[in-house]
């Protein structure tokens, strides 16, 4: 996994097929899932040969109402969170 926000190559790795790919992962300080989605994003990179710039933050409530984050894991790809099923923004 890169962190320096190369870009995205698909298994080809020809210049056509680069995809820029940014996963912020947001957690409340006591998110229980924090080590199994780290463990899930990893593995999954790795067998779809996939490089992405990945950033793990930590947030509590007052930031995670500002980031509109509805739960803890908040994960976004490219700014789209993957579970935007509404809700009040908010972690406990």
């Known amino acids: 996994m890169?962190?320096?926000?190369?870009a995205l190559t698909a298994l080809t790795?020809?210049?056509?097929d680069t995809i820029l790919m940014?996963?912020?992962c947001f957690f409340s300080e006591m998110c229980g899932s924090y080590h199994?989605?780290?463990q899930n994003l990893d593995q999954a990179l790795a067998?779809?040969?996939?490089?992405?710039?990945?950033?793990?933050?930590?947030?509590?409530?007052?930031?995670a109402v500002?980031?509109?984050i509805r739960g803890s894991p908040t994960v976004r790809i490219?700014?789209?969170d993957l579970d935007d099923g509404g809700g009040n923004p908010g972690i406990t």
């Open 2 to 6: 890169a962190a320096d926000g190369r």
């Open 13 to 16: 790795g020809s210049a056509a």
């Open 22 to 24: 940014k996963i912020e």
């Open 36 to 38: 199994q989605l780290r």
């Open 47 to 63: 067998e779809l040969r996939l490089q992405a710039e990945v950033v793990y933050t930590t947030v509590y409530y007052d930031e």
């Open 66 to 68: 500002e980031k509109g």
């Open 78 to 80: 490219n700014g789209k």
